[in-house]
């Protein structure tokens, strides 16, 4: 019997370029997540190569970035609206990668886009702060979005509890928010920023330029699985009513084809960079980053707006032993913003930090104990990934421990 949770591979491997290791789940988003599934990971070479590097390596050797903004300005050019209205949805926090998206869409390109935001659990400081910049010095218009919030509390406290996975309610409405809101404008392009198979997804996704259809095939609504629970289930439960799930409900693939609605990702088009992305955004649209590096990671400028979501990248690290800081130096590496032995120190120091800060409000938010907390928590501790060691949990397996 494994003892590997969730199908991962038993056999712990590191990148031999970057950091990540072959835990890291391919996919970002998934109407379901089973403890027992067998879960794709991101694939590895011959030599020890992750799939996010390979891709890296042809952003930087193979592809013709100048026929791609060729592709992009046709793209633009057949949904152009001339000035009647608006003819892109971008949507996004006003983070540093939705502010490049929508302001190089509308000042290089000349399109009239409208952000549209899935509003964060609970905005930090910074987040709005960055968030009323986007449209006040980068000059956009934007729709906020926020979802029934207790019906996202619920959701985000029954992810939590089931899959140990915060998060889940949030990424699938703020991957449905921008063709939902297509439909509602009758918009028929939606901008997205990169593809995360830029960072370990299906590679064959990096050469689609277009939204997997397969996220907008979720079957029937009632059987839509949100927090390891049906919405079926949750509304026999009595509390809500089926109308509360609309926001959850993906658009379908033949829905969107029969408005001629096109989803699509800047990142196929654009050589995309997160650090250049920043530095855009500074200059065009007001971002700031915060004045501290937020736990877990030594960044300050990544992720900063939603004071849970240093608790996705947490259970992250319950669940496949890869924290932020692991995220943020593979792609840093990559990029070239840092040396992969920089990027190993960094996960040494900083790669397993409890996410303090914010725990208290974490806890009132979902309507749980300390204790509770971390009884879940150990409960999705794998036995191939962590030991118990003098009372502490430990990792068996660390990119400082494979030098």
């Known amino acids: 019997m494994s003892i590997a949770y969730f199908g991962l591979p038993e056999e712990v491997l590191f990148c031999k370029c970057c950091v990540i290791s072959n835990q890291r789940p391919s996919s970002t988003v998934e109407f379901q997540h089973k403890r027992d599934e067998k879960k794709a990971t991101i694939g590895f070479d011959a030599d020890g190569v992750c799939d996010a590097c390979r891709y890296n390596d042809a952003k930087a050797s193979t592809i013709d970035w100048a026929r791609r903004e060729q592709q992009l300005v046709a793209l633009l050019d057949k949904h152009r609206s001339n000035g009647s209205g608006y003819d892109v949805i971008v949507p996004g926090s006003g983070g540093k990668d939705s502010a490049y998206t929508a302001h190089v869409l509308k000042y290089r390109y000349g399109m009239n886009p409208l952000t549209v935001t899935w509003a964060p659990h609970k905005y930090t400081e910074i987040g709005w702060k960055n968030f009323e910049n986007w449209m006040h010095i980068g000059g956009l218009d934007n729709i906020l979005f926020t979802p ?63 939204m997997d259809r397969k996220f907008f095939s979720a079957g029937r609504p009632e059987d839509i699985v949100l927090g390891g629970k049906s919405i079926e289930a949750i509304i026999a439960e009595g509390e809500f009513k089926p109308h509360d799930f609309a926001p959850y409900i993906p658009p379908s693939a033949d829905y969107l084809e029969s408005k001629g609605i096109e989803v699509h990702y800047l990142g196929y088009y654009l050589k995309w960079d997160p650090q250049e992305c920043y530095y855009y955004a500074v200059e065009n649209t007001g971002f700031q980053a915060n004045t501290e590096r937020t736990e877990g990671t030594y960044s300050k400028y990544s992720s900063i707006d939603d004071r849970v979501d240093m608790f996705h990248y947490y259970t992250t690290l319950i669940k496949f032993g890869i924290g932020r800081a692991t995220y943020d130096a593979a792609q840093e590496i990559r990029n070239g913003k840092i040396t992969r032995e920089e990027g190993v ?10 996410p303090r800060k914010y725990f208290k409000e974490f806890l009132d938010y979902i309507s749980i104990s300390e204790e509770e907390f971390h009884a879940t928590v150990d409960k999705f501790r794998s036995p191939h990934l962590w030991e118990k060691r003098d009372d502490e949990w430990r990792l068996k397996h660390a990119v400082w421990k494979s030098e």
Not at 345 to 354: A, G, I, P, S, T
């Open 345 to 354: 120190q960094l996960v040494r120091r900083y790669d397993q930090e409890f």
């Open 148 to 210: 029934n919030g207790r019906l996202h509390r619920y959701l985000t406290r029954m992810a939590f509890l089931n899959l140990l996975h915060p998060f889940q309610p949030f990424i699938v409405g703020q991957r449905i928010i921008g063709p939902l809101m297509a439909t509602k404008f009758d918009v028929p392009l939606v901008m997205y920023g990169e593809n995360q198979a830029e960072y370990g997804n299906n590679p064959d996704e990096n050469y689609v330029p277009t």
